[in-house]
């Protein structure tokens, strides 16, 4: 079966720190792959997706990056974070445009 | 405009009752539609699908109006484990699964 895991689960990091994220999927091959960010009391918002390695597009601009060094591995990165960056991060995965999304654990990020 | 909006309640309601969530949004390109739920803390999971004939899952019933671009969820007999926020998904294909997510309608279930 399907799994789904990403980590740190949670942090709190100063402004102007750097950020890494890391998820990865086990038990499925070439899944699309996608970052969200839920601000408190707010809803889902998409922030990068991935076809594929190396295929990254963001949804909107912003202070943080990702990369997909292999097939299951998504990773979120920031060189300095913002206050605005706080929030719970989350990883999710699919399998071409089947709609369904599984998500991870989720991390949730202070940034103080 | 949100491209999904949904009353965020929250809904209080005791064991027993008959709850419903609506939903709209504002692309009519959008081709597929969800209900997840998220518990407090915790990562969204698909509820259940929603299809243009309507679907029922149990206690769970959706409803679908693309004319008038409008989702639907009915809970009946509600339990404490419903207690939960509940976001209407919306979606549409192109390279990828781009869902757009409502803020979520969140409902708590008392004795």
């Known amino acids: 079966s399907q799994t789904i895991h990403q980590w740190p689960a949670t942090l709190v990091q100063p402004v102007g720190s750097p950020l890494s994220l890391e998820c990865t999927v086990e038990g499925t091959s070439n899944p699309n792959l996608y970052w969200y960010r839920q601000a408190a009391g707010r809803g889902l918002q998409l922030l990068f997706y991935?076809?594929?390695?190396?295929?990254i597009s963001s949804e909107v601009p912003q202070n943080l990056s990702a990369s997909r060094p292999q097939d299951r591995q998504f990773i979120l990165s920031s060189k300095k974070l913002l206050l605005s960056d706080s929030g719970f991060y989350l990883c999710a995965w699919s399998v071409g445009a089947a709609g369904e999304l599984f998500f991870g654990e989720g991390s949730r990020l202070t940034v103080l | 405009r949100k491209e999904v909006e949904q009353d965020p309640g929250p809904f209080n309601v005791p064991e027993g009752a008959t709850v419903a969530f609506n939903c709209t949004y504002s692309n009519s390109a959008s081709q597929s539609f969800f209900w997840y739920r998220q518990d407090c803390r915790k990562e969204p999971k698909l509820l259940m699908s929603v299809y243009s004939s309507g679907n029922e899952d149990g206690r769970f019933t959706a409803q679908l109006n693309r004319a008038s671009q409008y989702i639907s969820l009915l809970i009946r007999d509600s339990k404490l484990s419903d207690s939960a926020t509940y976001l209407c998904v919306v979606g549409r294909s192109g390279g990828y699964n781009k869902l757009i997510f409502g803020a979520g309608t969140r409902l708590a279930v008392h004795p």
């Open positions: 991935s076809v594929g390695i190396g295929q």
